[in-house]
């Protein structure tokens, strides 16, 4: 994909990702769906996004403990997968 190619960010918006705006309905709160976007740009390993969920997340006014807590808690889980792999991986 070619960083011309908004079609992603189009799909986000319309996804009612908070970073990008759009119109949402669903049941997920807006805070859930800021700290989902960053617990997902944080295990993607993206420096870029992850700042500008930081970003948007304090703006929309959540606040540093529960960023914080989001984080580790993704932390937490993807070290279970990297652990799960390790394990398994020396099994073979």
Same mark, same amino acid.
């Given at each position: 994909?070619? @960083?011309?190619?908004? =079609?992603? %960010? /189009?799909?986000? $918006?319309?996804?009612? *990702?908070?970073?990008?705006?759009? +119109? @949402? #309905?669903? &049941?997920? =709160? &807006?805070?859930?769906? +800021?700290? %989902?976007?960053?617990?997902?740009? $944080? $295990? /993607?390993? !993206?420096? *870029? !996004?992850?700042?500008?969920?930081?970003?948007?997340?304090?703006?929309?006014? %959540?606040? *540093?403990?529960?960023?914080?807590?989001? %984080?580790?808690?993704?932390?937490?889980?993807?070290?279970? @997968?990297?652990?799960?792999?390790?394990?398994?991986?020396? #099994? /073979?």
């Amino acid at each position: 994909m070619k @960083y011309t190619d908004f =079609s992603l %960010i /189009k799909a986000q $918006t319309a996804a009612g *990702d908070p970073v990008f705006g759009g +119109h @949402y #309905e669903g &049941e997920l =709160s &807006e805070r859930e769906r +800021h700290l %989902i976007g960053l617990a997902v740009a $944080t $295990t /993607k390993g !993206c420096p *870029d !996004c992850t700042a500008a969920r930081l970003k948007s997340a304090k703006k929309a006014g %959540i606040s *540093d403990q529960a960023i914080n807590e989001a %984080i580790n808690l993704t932390a937490g889980i993807n070290a279970g @997968y990297v652990i799960q792999a390790a394990v398994r991986g020396s #099994e /073979k």
